[in-house]
Each structure stands twice: as structure tokens, then as C-alpha cells.
């Protein structure tokens, strides 16, 4: 039980595009999820949190309008990277929260490579 | 606010040989303690927490970490190793505010495997 997922695993995309990375509880709710943006070789670095239903929380220095993020559903929650730049290339996770557990632990996705051309 | 050190960035080590990974933390409030690893180009799986009870706590894959609070440390260890265990270990705390409440993590330790 609580599997994430992630969609696409990878993508390519030219400068200036817009790309959406989708992030699902398979098998629970996840009233909360969180999206982190890792570098190579260094650590997650909390992007935001998403509640179903309602603005995402921003952590400081992340720009709202340039990574939008929305959580529609129990179950889904998805990152839009829009006008990307090739500084904007990195590796993606979004974790989820079970609702049901009272442990705060999250489970996490396999990750998306973006790559900005 | 809180804070995850984790001391050394890479350890080599032989295969069949002991491993220890070293975590330390602070905070104001009481804590939970995550220990995740990740293989290359994946996300993370949890290895093994603590939430509360038993301060020695068994994961997967044969390691085990124990929870010391007087010297706010959680270090990750493992009697024996093995080349499948050569992957990016990272300690996380969370605190007991609510579901909202985040993970902060280390920079994370490379464990290095090698015949």
C-alpha cells in the first residue's frame, strides 16, 4: 500500500514551453502533498505544499507563478512549470501524506527528470 | 524551526563489512525521525522511522538506527553491507504540528559499496 505516482517519468522541452508533471495517490487519500526539486548530488528542497481544495503553501524564494501548482482531488495533485528556462532543468518529486496515518510520514513518487533545452 | 545534519557526505566501505551513517538534529519541539535511501534517477523509500516507543528501531534491508535524544542523534547502521546497498541515504525530521507539518532533510550520505 501507498504508492505514488509520477507522470512523465521524463521530459524534454524547449525553452519557453510550459510542462505539467502529474503526482497520484494510488491506493489512499492524500489530502496533503508536497513537491521538492532536487539538484545533482545535493538534497530536496521543499517546493510547496498542496491541499486538496485549496492554494498551495509556498516555501520562500520559490515564484507562485511560475510553478503553479494545483491539488483537484483526494488523489491528485500536478506541478505546472510554466515559460521553462534550461536553469529550470531538475529532478522533480512530489510526495503524499495519508490522510489516515498519524505518523506525518510521507511516501514519494518516482521522480521527474526535466530537462530544458 | 528545525535542522538535519548529516556529518559525512560519502562513505566508502567493503562489502560484508559494518556501516554507520551519521544524523543529527535540532529542534524545539519533539521530533519524528525518518531515515530514507535513493537509488539513482528514483524517488525515495523509506528504510525506517521513528515515531515514539523503543528507541532502537529495525527498517528494511537489515538496517536499524537508534534514537538518542540527549545527544539528538539517529544514526543509520548496518552489521554487514552489501553492493545493492550503494545508494544516497538521507535523514529527515518532521515535528508533531499536524498534517501540515514538513520533512526537512540532510544533505544526504553517499554509500559507497565495493568488493
Known amino acids: 500500500g501507498a504508492v505514488v505516482s509520477q507522470h512523465p517519468s521524463r521530459v524534454i522541452c524547449k525553452s519557453g514551453t510550459s510542462v505539467k508533471i502529474e503526482c497520484r495517490s494510488l491506493?489512499?487519500?492524500?489530502?496533503?502533498m508536497f513537491w521538492y526539486r532536487q539538484f545533482p548530488k545535493q538534497s530536496l528542497m521543499l517546493m510547496a505544499t498542496?491541499?486538496?481544495?485549496?492554494?498551495?503553501?509556498?516555501e520562500q524564494g520559490v515564484e507562485k507563478d511560475k510553478f503553479l501548482i494545483n491539488h483537484a482531488s483526494l488523489t491528485l495533485s500536478t506541478l505546472t512549470v510554466t515559460s521553462a528556462h534550461p536553469e529550470d532543468s531538475s529532478f522533480y518529486i512530489c510526495?503524499?501524506?495519508?490522510?489516515?496515518?498519524?505518523?506525518?510520514?510521507?511516501?514519494f513518487g518516482p521522480g521527474t527528470r526535466l530537462t530544458v533545452l | 524551526a528545525q535542522s538535519v545534519t548529516q556529518l559525512d557526505s560519502q562513505v566508502p566501505v567493503f562489502e560484508e563489512a559494518p556501516v554507520e551513517l551519521r544524523c543529527n538534529y535540532s529542534?524545539?519541539?519533539?521530533?519524528?525521525l525518518f531515515w530514507y535511501v535513493q537509488y539513482p534517477n528514483q524517488g525515495l523509500q523509506l528504510l525506517l522511522k521513528?515515531?515514539?516507543?523503543?528507541?532502537l528501531v529495525k527498517g528494511i534491508n537489515g538496517f536499524e538506527a537508534e534514537f538518542n535524544k540527549s545527544q539528538t542523534s539517529f544514526h543509520l547502521r548496518k552489521p554487514s553491507v552489501h553492493i545493492s546497498d550503494t545508494a544516497e541515504y538521507f535523514c529527515?525530521?518532521?515535528?508533531?504540528?499536524?498534517?501540515?507539518?514538513?520533512?526537512?532533510f540532510g544533505t544526504g550520505t553517499r554509500l559507497q559499496v565495493t568488493l
Open positions: 510526495s503524499a501524506r495519508d490522510a489516515k496515518r498519524g505518523s506525518n510520514e510521507q511516501f
Open positions: 491506493d489512499f487519500q492524500a489530502t496533503t
Open positions: 498542496s491541499n486538496e481544495g485549496s492554494k498551495a503553501t509556498y
Open positions: 529542534s524545539s519541539v519533539s521530533v519524528y
Open positions: 521513528y515515531l515514539s516507543g523503543s528507541t
Open positions: 529527515a525530521v518532521s515535528d508533531f504540528a499536524g498534517t501540515a507539518s514538513k520533512l526537512t
